[in-house]
């Protein structure tokens, strides 16, 4: 996993200064969900880093790996509950795979590697001002939509560089992008 997370980070920072015009995503590709599996082994698949106390920690979605796996994810339950208290809704359209038998689409949706990271920074650090993250491939909306809404509830900004852009969500619930990611 070193050699890659290494491999990983280079391609961020390849992607971060070689980028002309930061913010502008005209040069992606989206490549519909049925088409995927064409692909085979050249599918993405998605990474969140982040830095938490000098510890850098990455996390793929769904990932159990972590020693404090159990308590990243009755995190993720709290914020996930919170979202709701607040209105948030799981929006479906962004799973690209049939559920199975014992998946629920916010089971699916909370699993995704940004909410994994996020939800570690709480845990390491109950009440940041400040919360940091990395992700390889575009941030989806769902994830957009939640990130904002836990920036407003939990009164912390949140900074996301993605594939295509770096994403600032403000405690009073708004996106530097204004949305248009």
């Known amino acids: 996993f070193s050699l890659e997370l290494e491999r990983v980070l280079h ?50 979605a769904h990932d ?13 339950d709290r914020l996930s509950n919170e979202l709701k208290e607040y209105g948030h809704e799981y929006e479906s359209s ?7 038998y014992d998946e629920t689409i916010e089971s699916v949706l909370c699993g995704h590697s940004e ?8 845990i ?14 575009r941030v989806c909306g769902e994830c957009h939509r939640a990130t904002k ?7 912390c900004e949140i900074i996301v560089r993605d594939a295509n852009r770096i994403q600032h969500f403000y405690k009073n619930g708004l996106c530097s992008c204004q949305d248009h990611f």
């Open 11 to 60: 391609l961020f920072f390849y992607d971060y200064f070689s980028l002309g015009s930061l913010g502008h995503d005209e040069h992606v590709e989206v490549i519909p969900a049925n088409r995927i599996k064409r692909f085979g082994n050249n599918v993405k698949f998605g990474i969140t880093c982040t830095e938490v106390n000098g510890q850098l920690v990455c996390f793929k």
């Open 64 to 76: 159990r790996s972590h020693a404090k796996s159990a308590e990243i994810y009755a995190e993720l």
């Open 94 to 100: 962004w799973i690209t795979r049939p559920l199975k």
């Open 115 to 122: 909410k994994l990271a996020i939800a570690f920074n709480f």
């Open 124 to 137: 390491q650090n109950p009440r940041p001002t400040f919360i940091q993250i990395t992700k390889n491939l």
């Open 149 to 155: 809404l836990i920036a407003k509830i939990r009164q």
